[in-house]
């Protein structure tokens, strides 16, 4: 399973408007709280603890006790009959050291956390993030400028000003392997750690297609042509709001050469070595992402002869 996907709560999005209900559940003391501070998750045990490590929930009354009345509390879903909500808890200054949270645990950014956690809790991760992050960044109707409330227990905003309503994006993104025989084509983003390479990517634009942005992407930052594009799997991707879109392309040709302004250097690589890549092993100075980035997930399919 690719991290931050497989998320195992039943969101019951038809609840969202019943006002009653969602406040009765927020009160409820068999309900959890999920606290976010400064868009970092909350983890049980200290930043010492080994891995694996739990997402830390709390009761009603312990996050009550923040006295964070307009804090922003997203309903996350039911877990069994526990309703699990998401509360950004920012406003505390140190939330670890004095106050209801202290000595329960840790806060940490969410990238590190959902590697550390398991796929569940990733998943969490993931919704609370991107959740937390889109109302903190959309405080602000994008249309009059009126300031907007928060409305459906975090799934609208409404202004008041011009009755406009605005809803949590996501933002598409693909990420592609080019593949010609038995070699798969990784680069080197320019600010990326030395060594590393991965599947490129780029966000897809306003009137285009997966498979358009695709082969515009790999034409642009590669001058490499494809012809067939398949879809491999999607992943959330919190940071902040994105939704990676898997793909292998078939390249016409092996001819590629980096685009300068985007990446540093192109490489086609063996399917031999993608395994062992793949493994965690280096293979002449190279390294590609590991298991909580969906380009692992290119390459391990790649590597394995899935495709
Ligand atoms: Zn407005």
């Not at 080994?50 to 006790?65: H, K, N, R, T, Y």
């Amino acid at each position: 399973m690719i991290p931050f996907s497989g998320n195992p709560l039943n969101r019951v999005s038809e609840k969202r408007t019943d006002t009653a209900w969602v406040e009765a559940k927020r009160r409820d003391p068999s309900s959890r709280i999920f606290p976010m501070w400064r868009l970092e998750p909350f983890l049980l045990g200290s930043e010492k603890s080994a891995p694996p490590l739990e997402i830390g929930l709390v009761q009603p009354e312990i996050a009550d006790e923040l006295g964070l009345d307009d804090a922003i509390c997203i309903f996350l879903g039911l877990d069994g009959d526990k309703a699990l909500f998401a509360l950004d808890i920012s406003e505390v200054s140190n939330p670890t050291r004095t106050g209801p949270l202290a000595g329960l645990g840790h806060f940490r950014d969410a990238r590190t956390a959902a590697s550390m956690v398991s796929i569940k809790d990733a998943a969490i991760i993931a919704q609370a993030k991107a959740m937390i992050d889109w109302h903190q960044r959309h405080g602000f109707c994008p249309k009059c400028g009126t300031r907007t409330k928060l409305m459906d227990a975090g799934y609208r905003r409404l202004c008041d000003a011009c009755k406009s309503e605005h809803f949590p994006r996501t933002d598409p993104v693909v990420i592609m392997l080019a593949t010609y025989g038995e070699e798969c084509l990784v680069g080197r983003g320019k600010l990326f750690p030395a060594g590393m390479f991965s599947a490129l990517a780029g966000f897809i634009e306003p009137g285009e297609t997966i498979e358009e942005a695709v082969r515009r992407e790999l034409m642009e930052e590669a001058n490499v042509k494809v012809g067939e594009v398949t879809y491999y799997a999607t992943q959330p991707w919190p940071f902040p709001s994105s939704l990676m879109i898997g793909c292998f392309a078939k390249a016409d040709s092996r001819d590629a050469h980096a685009d300068e302004t985007e990446l540093a250097e192109v490489r086609w690589i063996e399917r031999s070595v993608a395994r062992e890549l793949v493994e965690g092993r280096r293979v002449d100075g190279i390294m590609v992402p590991p298991r909580i980035a969906i380009a692992h997930h290119l390459i391990r399919a790649f590597a394995l002869g899935e495709k």
